[in-house]
């Protein structure tokens, strides 16, 4: 099957300052990648939708100045939680949509687990 | 809205036994539904989808139903192992392959 990576797979930060976050996709191009976020015994909450080359969609909620999210390429995009702070501690998945396969079947990465202390 | 919605409770099944795990999804019924599993501080793993014009998908041990009079769909494990034990997400896909997930049902599977 399809395999995305994800790095770094935990990150401890101090609050205030900024994470980077990489998703990559390493077998198949993702023309779409999703990014979630989960916090524990809760399930998964879509944060935005990037597209290759185009700007990101947030859902509702979610500052997009506060998660920058960059998809340079079709194996990379980018979440940047800027100015973090402790409520931001939350485990981040992202996913890829490989574009030839029916009915949008999703890859996940194996998340990243951010602390900001 | 759509929501999806799963059983919130921990499912605990001897091993051997018949693991069931519902999902159920309010207003349009969706074109399809998948079935995810995910180990903890791990992502979903894929393992099966069921489109709204299918009654029933199988593979291997796994068997999904989807049943759109009840809204609702059925994901079965036959046979169950401890090696089972996760949590299992069920999911709604919408346009641009947006996926609204339940929160999920654990399984707990007793040697």
């Known amino acids: 099957g399809a395999v995305v990576s994800q790095h770094p797979s935990w990150v401890i930060c101090k609050s205030g300052t900024s994470v980077k976050i990489e998703c990559r996709s390493l077998d198949f191009q993702a023309t779409t990648m999703f990014w979630y976020r989960q916090f524990p015994k809760q399930s998964l909450m879509l944060m935005a939708t990037?597209?290759?080359?185009?700007?990101?969609?947030?859902e509702q909620g979610v500052e997009k100045d506060k998660f920058l999210i960059n998809h340079a390429s079709l194996t990379l995009s980018t979440l940047t939680v800027t100015s973090a702070h402790p409520e931001d501690s939350s485990f981040y998945i992202c996913s890829g949509l490989a574009g030839d396969r029916p009915y949008n079947e999703q890859f996940f990465g194996p998340g990243t687990r951010l602390t900001v202390l | 809205s759509q929501k999806i919605e799963q059983n919130s409770e921990a499912l605990n099944i001897q091993e051997g036994k018949t693991a069931t795990l519902t999902c159920n999804y309010t207003?349009?019924?969706?074109?399809?539904l998948q079935w995810y599993r995910q180990d903890p501080g791990r992502g979903p793993v894929f393992l099966l989808l069921i489109r709204e014009n299918e009654k029933e998908k199988r593979k291997e041990r796994l068997k999904v139903t989807f049943d759109t009079t009840l809204k609702q769909s059925l994901f079965h494990i036959t046979a169950s192992q401890p090696a089972d034990s996760a949590t299992y997400l069920c999911?709604?896909?919408?346009?641009?392959?947006?996926?609204?997930f339940g929160q999920g049902t654990e399984l707990s599977v007793k040697p």
């Open positions: 990037s597209n290759e080359g185009s700007k990101a969609t947030y």
């Open positions: 207003n349009y019924s969706p074109a399809y």
């Open positions: 999911a709604k896909g919408n346009q641009g392959g947006k996926l609204i």
